[in-house]
């Protein structure tokens, strides 16, 4: 099994910059792919952004393309969300997730079986 645990998030004005992180423990070694998700209020939830845990390949939603920076520190199995130039629409709460024993075929949510608890991000206008 693994566990993921998120951090970081909370609040900044538009066109700011905030940063998550998210540490796996467990069976990370089970891991093909991690990425990272949000549900705004009302909202359905939404891939953002994805890395192969292998070989660092990346894929972005394309309402976050040039904004948002996927990447990962593999010695210490986590990975990071950089989020600059922030927009109110980026609202939502963020939640990490993991791709185990399986090859995600996209950045949608049911090809991820491993979730984190969510972290809030709020931008301001």
């Known amino acids: 099994q693994v566990q993921l645990v998120e951090s970081g998030g909370g609040s900044a004005p538009a066109g700011g910059s905030l940063s998550l992180s998210c540490a796996a423990s467990g069976d990370t070694y089970k891991i093909i792919s991690m990425a990272w998700f949000r549900q705004g209020s009302g909202k359905e939830r939404e891939g953002v952004a994805s890395i192969d845990t292998a070989r660092g390949g990346t894929l972005y939603a394309d309402s976050v393309k040039g904004r948002f920076t996927i990447s990962q520190d593999n010695g210490k199995n986590t990975v990071y969300l950089q989020m600059n130039s922030l927009k109110p629409e980026d609202t939502a709460s963020y939640y990490c997730?993991?791709?185990?024993?399986?090859?995600?075929?996209?950045?949608?949510?049911?090809?991820?079986?491993?979730w984190g608890q969510g972290t809030q991000v709020t931008v301001s206008s």
């Open positions: 997730a993991a791709a185990v024993d399986r090859v995600p075929r996209g950045l949608e949510s049911p090809e991820y079986n491993s």
